[in-house]
């Protein structure tokens, strides 16, 4: 059971009861596992970038489908890679920024995914390759995304065969979409997204009241975690800047976009919140909540997880239409 309305949430979605078994058993085996391998707060970046792209995480292999393109295009501090999946016949392009924090994650690992997507929308799915905190920063991450962003607003037609534009990701990279479109309309006079698709995004750099008390429990996020990614990517004097934090910028022009997110993330208030605003903005906002989600528990072999992939494809597929 899940609320999908404009920035509201039935009450008992909350409740300990609204939890699948299934999801409970996950749950707890997720956080055993956690606790038995080294924390993110411990180790660098690096190798744990290395050892996901290795397959050694919770997300297990990384499958890198043949028919998947790469190229490069440019960008403010060299060439930016990007990840290509192809529909049958496409009719414009989603772009997709993937998350792990501003700090992990890449490109080329989530071939399956852009592929369900691209065959479920035909659109082709594009991935950027954006720069990394902590070696990179902000203002890094979101200039890769803008001049990827921009570059595809000026190709999609001739690259991908219509002018059909969605844009989305999960965590760092909902953020990321969010400050992609605010940037594309302050800078360039650019609304040209049909459709947001926000997963368990962080929209408040000064950290919203669920992640403030949710504390040291590692279900993929704790309190402590968020503290670092927030610390390797923002500068604390920015944190309210809204070009750091769309949760408190203008919303005004702004695609409609799904909000999904779990009971059970630190996050929660940032969804929450986001999709109120959005909405209060006069925006069509949808807010996807799942009882006993975790952070990124749409990547899990889950019904739960199922249940909110199938709404993020029925959601691209009609907005776009």
Not at 37 to 64: K, Q
Not at 123 to 134: C, Q
Not at 144 to 172: H, K, Q
Not at 207 to 216: D, H, K, Q, Y
Request: proline fraction near 10%; include cysteine; aromatic fraction near 8%.
């Amino acid at each position: 059971m899940t609320a999908m309305a404009a920035g509201t949430a039935d009450p008992a979605l909350f409740e300990p009861a609204a939890i699948a078994p299934e999801t409970l058993r996950f749950n707890a085996e997720l956080e055993a596992t956690l606790a038995s391998m080294p924390s993110i707060l411990d180790v660098p970046p690096a190798a744990v970038r290395e050892a996901r792209a290795a397959g050694r995480s919770i997300f297990g292999p990384v499958v890198r489908l043949p028919e998947a393109e790469e190229r490069a295009i440019p960008g403010p501090a060299g060439p930016i890679p990007l990840r290509i999946v192809r529909p049958a016949r496409a009719r414009g392009a989603y772009f997709h920024i993937h998350g792990g924090g501003w700090a992990l994650g890449a490109h080329d690992q989530q071939d399956v995914l852009l592929k369900v997507v691209a065959e479920a929308t035909g659109l082709a799915a594009v991935s950027v390759g954006y720069r990394l905190a902590p070696e990179h920063p902000y203002p890094a991450g979101p200039d890769d995304c803008e001049a990827a962003a921009l570059w595809l607003v000026a190709n999609v037609e001739r690259e991908f065969g219509g002018p059909v534009l969605a844009i989305g990701g999960e965590s760092a990279g909902a953020h990321l979409s969010a400050v992609t479109l605010l940037r594309l309309r302050e800078r360039h006079g650019l609304t040209p997204f049909r459709a947001a698709n926000l997963s368990y995004g962080q929209y408040d750099f000064a950290l919203t009241p669920s992640v403030r008390r949710w504390g040291p429990r590692n279900l993929v996020l704790s309190t402590p975690i968020i503290e670092q990614f927030v610390g390797w990517f923002a500068p604390p004097q920015l944190r309210a800047d809204p070009d750091l934090s769309p949760l408190h910028a203008d919303l005004r022009h702004m695609p409609p976009a799904l909000f999904t997110v779990g009971t059970l993330d630190p996050l929660l208030d940032d969804s929450l919140f986001m999709a109120a605003r959005w909405g209060a903005a006069g925006n069509a906002a949808e807010l996807a909540v799942y009882p006993g989600g975790v952070h990124a528990f749409n990547a899990f072999p889950l019904a739960l997880a199922a249940e909110a992939n199938a709404r993020t494809l029925r959601f691209l597929a009609t907005a776009t239409a």
